[in-house]
């Protein structure tokens, strides 16, 4: 499958591999043979001579000077270039050296490179790793390459390395964490959207959690060196169990392999010899264990193949009570048959702690669903009401007078005129006339509270009997730090203020969390307490694990989940969801600037819920390990009309 075909970089569902290849290898003949036996999608390929510098060229006549390319542009059509092909550049390059010739000569090379990379339209250019520690003046020269740039993407080749836990690779000299080097080429390039990075897979792996830091990061590649592969029973390579994880874990995120250096195994001669005369690539061995590692991978459950189109897409939150849901929404809440299961089965406990058996077919239990849309939760209450044998009157409140349509036809249809009383009004104002055994709701947001169930259910309880049962009884919000640099970089593409400072739904995919979920702001119904107010504030502390080195908090992923009655509960809160359930996504809070962390220095943030006369927002900020500005300040970039 070639490069950037349906927007290729961005997809996970298929496969990309390359191999890495030297300035002597003949591209056009690799390309038409190993492209179409499937060998591999493009190669890595230096573009200029490694043996040219600039200060050496004769004469220094620059004018009649022709460039030491790999070969003419002509010997590619401009789409295999583009598909095909992406341009290693040259590693000797060190703009960061003492040597003022050696530093000259190396940002000469690399403008030039990157201007015929752009010439042969390339979709990308592999940087190599910086010498030292320090960088800053290639990551200027980067940054003034990237200003220039439309389509080319920059590849920064880092090691996958991190010491601690006995893991330094003997190639990783000097260097202590690997994500240390690429998080400052990065913040000196300002966090470019097209500069991302490919990482240099080892031998030897860091600790998980510092594995996991880099899902979140823009990783375009990973480069498996022919060392880093095992052998196995039968001579063949292969990868250890954590290097299998890894690579699964870089497809399902987008990122492709590519497969570098010499062959290392030597084949049982049978598969190495030419079947049907055709000449095998040296790398086919390794090649096809990466794609028989793409091919063992489990299928992507239905919903998530749906959802596919979502992942990592900023959505702006509902707003039920201020805005009017569309057919189209009711549809998909209702396609959510584990939602009303869970509602269905807390009725139903509810329903029985409230009647006894003896008094069932004397007794009428008074339920009032408040928010009742197109009707589920009335048809998961009467099930209720059926599967325990008690006897039930239903009130439908609903604000919407287009989903009261629908309502009204249901119940004709359903024949539960008798039953059922359909009420179009809002829930805050409507006047009862008598008062009920069960309120049950359904008015969450990904971030429990955001979509104003507790301002609702203020006013809905009105008509609760004093010993009446809400459904939910209670629902809590939870945030965890993350790194989710695609989310950051979409939120700055707006270039204002208000979108740093307002909550996004989002299926979050490429993210890595970085500390377990905390949680946030409760909320328990009912609440006759005249001094109750709906204010909030919470102050959090994350560690992260001690061995999962710095990372970049680029915002919080928020959840909720809610205690519907008793023990049955309903949420997305990672470590408890409701299995199978899709009908919210997380929330994300970005941070205007991103904030580095150390497992050494606590995170601390803080959360508030503000209440005005016609709205409520959150306000939220960072105090350490860097004071954060004051996010949504009297909600004037982000808020949830009353
Ligand atoms: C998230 S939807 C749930 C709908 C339905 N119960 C379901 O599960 O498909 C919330 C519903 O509550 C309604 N709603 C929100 N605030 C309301 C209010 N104050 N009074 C009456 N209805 C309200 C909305 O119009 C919407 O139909």
Redesign the pocket.
Known sequence: MPLGERGGWERSESRYCGVETDFSDDVPSLLSFHITTGGFDYVLAPLMDPSYRPSLVEGNGLETRVLPVSGSDLVLSPSQWSSHVVGKISSWIDLDSEDEVLRMDSETTLKQEIAWATHLSLQACLLPTPKGTSCANYARCVNQILQGLTTLQLWLRVPLVKSGGGSVDATSEGLTDSWELWNSFRLLCEHDSKLSVALDVMSTLPSENSLGRWMGESVRAAILSTDSFLTNARGYPCLSKRHQKLIAGFFDHAVQVVVSGKPVHSLPKASDSNTEGTQRHPLRSYLDYVAYLFQKMEPLPEQERIELGYRDFLQAP?Q??MD??EAQT?ET??RDSI??IQ?QRAVAKALVDRVPDEKASELTTVLM?????????VRASLQAAEETGRKMKVYA????PN?VVTLHNLVKMEGWEAIVTIIS????F?SATEKADILV????GSFGDN??SP??LD??QRFLKPDGISIPSSYTSFIQPVTASKLYNDVKAHKDLAHFETAYVVKLHSVANLAPSQSVFTFTHPNFSTKANNQRYKKLRFNLPSDAGSALVHGFAGYFDSVLYKDVHLGIEPTTATPNMFSWFPIFFPLRKPVEVHPDSPLEVHFWRCCGSSKVWYEWSVSSPTPSPMHNTNGRSYWVGL
């Open positions: 509902l039920p009570l009017n849901l009711y809440f209702e939602k009303y509602y669903v408040v928010g009742a849309g197109r009707g589920p939760l409140v609903e604000k919407n989903a009004c809002d829930m805050r409507w709701s359904e008015l969450l979509e104003l301002e609702c006013g809905a």
